[in-house]
Protein backbone atom coordinates (compact mmCIF):
# COMPACT_ATOMS: atom_id res chain seq x y z
CA UNK A 1 0.00 0.00 0.00
CA UNK A 2 3.06 2.53 0.71
CA UNK A 3 4.05 4.02 -2.73
CA UNK A 4 6.83 5.59 -3.18
CA UNK A 5 5.84 8.36 -5.21
CA UNK A 6 2.38 9.75 -6.52
CA UNK A 7 1.61 12.16 -9.15
CA UNK A 8 1.22 15.12 -6.82
CA UNK A 9 3.27 13.74 -3.64
CA UNK A 10 7.38 12.58 -3.93
CA UNK A 11 8.45 12.20 -0.40
CA UNK A 12 12.12 11.11 -1.93
CA UNK A 13 12.16 8.40 1.15
CA UNK A 14 10.77 10.90 3.78
CA UNK A 15 8.04 9.33 6.14
CA UNK A 16 4.76 10.78 6.25
CA UNK A 17 3.28 10.81 9.72
CA UNK A 18 -0.01 8.80 10.44
CA UNK A 19 -1.07 11.87 12.13
CA UNK A 20 -1.43 14.87 9.51
CA UNK A 21 -2.18 18.75 9.61
CA UNK A 22 -3.79 20.16 6.61
CA UNK A 23 -3.95 23.84 5.85
CA UNK A 24 -5.18 25.46 2.98
CA UNK A 25 -1.84 27.75 2.38
CA UNK A 26 1.18 25.27 1.69
CA UNK A 27 3.69 27.97 3.17
CA UNK A 28 1.80 27.84 6.77
CA UNK A 29 2.42 24.08 6.39
CA UNK A 30 5.90 25.78 6.21
CA UNK A 31 5.43 27.56 9.16
CA UNK A 32 3.74 25.26 11.76
CA UNK A 33 6.50 23.27 10.96
CA UNK A 34 9.36 25.40 11.58
CA UNK A 35 7.41 26.98 14.59
CA UNK A 36 6.30 23.53 16.05
CA UNK A 37 8.56 20.34 15.02
CA UNK A 38 11.43 18.99 16.10
CA UNK A 39 13.92 16.69 13.54
CA UNK A 40 11.97 18.14 10.56
CA UNK A 41 11.99 16.60 7.14
CA UNK A 42 10.57 18.35 3.45
CA UNK A 43 8.59 15.57 1.99
CA UNK A 44 7.08 17.19 -0.98
CA UNK A 45 7.81 20.14 -3.09
CA UNK A 46 5.47 18.81 -6.34
CA UNK A 47 3.47 22.10 -7.35
CA UNK A 48 5.13 24.06 -4.31
CA UNK A 49 2.37 21.89 -1.88
CA UNK A 50 4.94 22.04 0.99
CA UNK A 51 4.77 18.97 3.28
CA UNK A 52 6.86 18.59 6.32
CA UNK A 53 7.52 15.81 8.80
CA UNK A 54 8.69 15.64 12.00
CA UNK A 55 7.78 15.38 15.51
CA UNK A 56 5.78 17.16 18.10
CA UNK A 57 6.32 16.42 21.85
CA UNK A 58 8.42 13.19 20.58
CA UNK A 59 5.43 12.32 18.45
CA UNK A 60 5.63 12.00 15.12
CA UNK A 61 3.37 14.53 13.14
CA UNK A 62 3.43 15.85 9.69
CA UNK A 63 2.04 18.58 8.18
CA UNK A 64 1.15 19.21 4.55
CA UNK A 65 -0.62 22.25 2.35
CA UNK A 66 -4.24 21.16 0.81
CA UNK A 67 -4.66 24.45 -1.65
CA UNK A 68 -8.19 25.81 -2.03
CA UNK A 69 -11.24 23.96 -2.69
CA UNK A 70 -12.80 20.09 -2.31
CA UNK A 71 -11.10 19.23 -5.36
CA UNK A 72 -7.96 19.89 -4.42
CA UNK A 73 -7.83 18.80 -0.92
CA UNK A 74 -9.58 15.27 -2.25
CA UNK A 75 -6.62 14.37 -4.57
CA UNK A 76 -4.20 15.35 -1.64
CA UNK A 77 -5.68 13.15 1.34
CA UNK A 78 -6.92 10.67 -1.50
CA UNK A 79 -2.81 10.22 -1.84
CA UNK A 80 -1.96 10.35 1.73
CA UNK A 81 -4.71 7.82 3.16
CA UNK A 82 -4.04 5.14 -0.34
CA UNK A 83 -0.89 5.82 -0.99
CA UNK A 84 1.14 6.99 2.02
CA UNK A 85 -1.32 5.20 4.66
CA UNK A 86 -1.94 8.34 6.74
CA UNK A 87 -4.68 8.14 9.19
CA UNK A 88 -5.65 11.03 10.89
CA UNK A 89 -6.19 14.24 8.69
CA UNK A 90 -7.13 17.28 10.72
CA UNK A 91 -7.99 20.19 8.30
CA UNK A 92 -6.84 23.45 10.35
CA UNK A 93 -8.01 26.61 8.67
CA UNK A 94 -9.96 30.39 8.64
CA UNK A 95 -13.72 30.31 8.24
CA UNK A 96 -16.57 32.55 7.71
CA UNK A 97 -18.77 33.02 10.86
CA UNK A 98 -22.12 32.96 9.77
CA UNK A 99 -24.00 32.51 13.55
CA UNK A 100 -24.31 36.40 15.25
CA UNK A 101 -23.28 34.81 18.40
CA UNK A 102 -19.30 33.79 16.81
CA UNK A 103 -16.34 36.59 17.01
CA UNK A 104 -13.79 37.09 14.97
CA UNK A 105 -10.95 34.56 16.50
CA UNK A 106 -13.45 32.17 17.95
CA UNK A 107 -12.38 28.62 16.67
CA UNK A 108 -14.92 26.25 15.46
CA UNK A 109 -14.75 22.48 15.19
CA UNK A 110 -16.74 20.86 12.69
CA UNK A 111 -18.92 17.88 13.59
CA UNK A 112 -20.17 18.10 10.46
CA UNK A 113 -19.84 19.76 6.76
CA UNK A 114 -22.90 20.24 4.41
CA UNK A 115 -21.94 21.27 1.15
CA UNK A 116 -23.41 22.31 -2.18
CA UNK A 117 -20.78 20.13 -4.24
CA UNK A 118 -21.36 17.21 -5.96
CA UNK A 119 -18.08 15.84 -4.92
CA UNK A 120 -19.96 13.32 -3.22
CA UNK A 121 -22.35 12.28 -5.90
CA UNK A 122 -19.70 9.25 -7.06
CA UNK A 123 -20.34 7.54 -3.89
CA UNK A 124 -23.43 6.65 -5.30
CA UNK A 125 -25.17 6.65 -2.13
CA UNK A 126 -29.16 6.04 -2.56
CA UNK A 127 -30.01 9.37 -0.38
CA UNK A 128 -27.96 11.80 1.12
CA UNK A 129 -24.97 11.13 3.48
CA UNK A 130 -24.29 13.33 5.97
CA UNK A 131 -20.32 13.97 6.02
CA UNK A 132 -19.37 13.79 9.67
CA UNK A 133 -16.05 14.07 11.38
CA UNK A 134 -14.48 11.53 13.24
CA UNK A 135 -16.23 11.39 16.69
CA UNK A 136 -13.06 10.14 18.59
CA UNK A 137 -11.02 13.36 16.94
CA UNK A 138 -13.84 15.58 17.48
CA UNK A 139 -14.54 14.91 21.38
CA UNK A 140 -10.42 15.25 21.85
CA UNK A 141 -10.36 18.08 20.45
CA UNK A 142 -13.22 19.66 22.40
CA UNK A 143 -11.71 18.37 25.51
CA UNK A 144 -7.99 19.97 24.81
CA UNK A 145 -9.62 23.62 24.10
CA UNK A 146 -11.92 23.35 27.14
CA UNK A 147 -8.41 22.62 29.08
CA UNK A 148 -7.25 25.66 27.46
CA UNK A 149 -10.25 27.78 28.33
CA UNK A 150 -10.11 28.22 24.31
CA UNK A 151 -14.06 29.60 23.40
CA UNK A 152 -15.16 27.43 20.61
CA UNK A 153 -18.00 26.27 18.36
CA UNK A 154 -18.83 22.90 17.76
CA UNK A 155 -21.28 21.96 14.78
CA UNK A 156 -22.39 21.77 11.29
CA UNK A 157 -20.27 24.00 8.80
CA UNK A 158 -20.78 24.43 5.32
CA UNK A 159 -18.10 23.52 2.73
CA UNK A 160 -18.75 25.67 -0.49
CA UNK A 161 -17.46 25.03 -3.65
CA UNK A 162 -18.14 29.53 -4.27
CA UNK A 163 -16.09 32.37 -2.30
CA UNK A 164 -17.60 34.80 -4.77
CA UNK A 165 -20.97 33.62 -4.63
CA UNK A 166 -24.05 35.10 -7.60
CA UNK A 167 -27.17 34.35 -5.46
CA UNK A 168 -27.49 36.71 -2.42
CA UNK A 169 -29.68 34.97 -0.52
CA UNK A 170 -27.73 31.43 -0.40
CA UNK A 171 -26.16 31.69 2.75
CA UNK A 172 -29.36 32.71 4.37
CA UNK A 173 -30.09 29.79 3.28
CA UNK A 174 -27.69 27.66 5.02
CA UNK A 175 -27.73 29.63 7.99
CA UNK A 176 -31.20 29.29 8.74
CA UNK A 177 -30.59 25.33 9.00
CA UNK A 178 -28.14 26.42 12.28
CA UNK A 179 -24.76 26.39 10.35
CA UNK A 180 -22.02 27.73 12.24
CA UNK A 181 -19.72 28.84 9.39
CA UNK A 182 -18.18 28.61 5.65
CA UNK A 183 -15.34 27.19 4.55
CA UNK A 184 -14.14 24.87 0.99
CA UNK A 185 -12.85 21.68 2.03
CA UNK A 186 -14.07 19.84 4.94
CA UNK A 187 -16.93 17.49 3.22
CA UNK A 188 -14.97 16.09 0.41
CA UNK A 189 -11.90 15.52 3.58
CA UNK A 190 -14.76 13.88 5.63
CA UNK A 191 -16.34 12.10 2.58
CA UNK A 192 -12.21 10.73 1.39
CA UNK A 193 -11.65 9.76 5.33
CA UNK A 194 -15.33 7.47 5.79
CA UNK A 195 -15.34 5.91 2.70
CA UNK A 196 -11.65 4.45 3.50
CA UNK A 197 -12.18 3.98 7.23
CA UNK A 198 -10.09 6.39 8.91
CA UNK A 199 -10.22 9.76 10.91
CA UNK A 200 -10.66 12.89 9.66
CA UNK A 201 -11.67 16.24 11.47
CA UNK A 202 -11.62 19.99 10.73
CA UNK A 203 -10.74 22.93 13.39
CA UNK A 204 -11.27 26.40 11.96
CA UNK A 205 -10.39 30.17 13.49
CA UNK A 206 -13.04 32.81 12.52
CA UNK A 207 -11.34 34.90 9.95
CA UNK A 208 -14.43 36.41 8.37
CA UNK A 209 -18.01 37.30 10.46
CA UNK A 210 -20.24 37.14 7.84
CA UNK A 211 -23.40 38.23 10.22
CA UNK A 212 -21.08 41.37 10.89
CA UNK A 213 -18.85 42.10 7.95
CA UNK A 214 -16.26 41.86 10.80
CA UNK A 215 -12.45 40.94 9.30
CA UNK A 216 -9.36 40.45 10.94
CA UNK A 217 -6.16 42.03 9.15
CA UNK A 218 -3.72 39.11 7.51
CA UNK A 219 -1.35 40.01 10.51
CA UNK A 220 -4.28 38.94 13.01
CA UNK A 221 -5.06 36.20 11.00
CA UNK A 222 -1.35 34.82 11.90
CA UNK A 223 -1.52 35.08 15.34
CA UNK A 224 -5.05 33.85 15.68
CA UNK A 225 -4.26 31.09 14.10
CA UNK A 226 -1.90 29.45 16.76
CA UNK A 227 -4.75 28.31 19.42
CA UNK A 228 -6.64 26.34 16.60
CA UNK A 229 -2.81 24.50 15.97
CA UNK A 230 -1.62 23.33 19.19
CA UNK A 231 -5.35 22.18 19.61
CA UNK A 232 -4.55 19.82 16.19
CA UNK A 233 -1.03 19.50 17.20
CA UNK A 234 -2.06 17.78 20.30
CA UNK A 235 -4.39 15.22 18.75
CA UNK A 236 -0.81 13.70 17.06
N1 LIG B 1 -16.06 31.78 2.53
C1 LIG B 1 -15.41 30.67 2.24
N2 LIG B 1 -14.30 30.30 2.84
C2 LIG B 1 -13.81 31.10 3.80
C3 LIG B 1 -14.44 32.28 4.16
C4 LIG B 1 -15.63 32.63 3.50
O1 LIG B 1 -16.24 33.65 3.78
N3 LIG B 1 -13.70 32.86 5.13
C5 LIG B 1 -12.66 32.04 5.35
N4 LIG B 1 -12.71 30.98 4.56
Redo the contacts with the bound molecule.
Keep these: MITTSTPHIDPKGVDIAETILLPGDPLRAKFIAETYFDDIRCFNEVRNMLGFTGTYRGRPVSVMGTGMGIPSISLYSYELIHHFGVKNLIRV????AMQENMELYDVVIAQGASTDSNYLDQFNLPGHWAALSSYRLLEQAKRIADERGQRTHVGNILS?DV?YGADPDALSTWMRMGILA???ESAGLFANAAAAGVDALAIFTV??Q?VTSAQTTPEERQTAFTAMIEIALELA
Excluded: Q, Y
Excluded at 93 to 96: I, N, P, Q, R
Design positions: GTCGSFVEMSDI
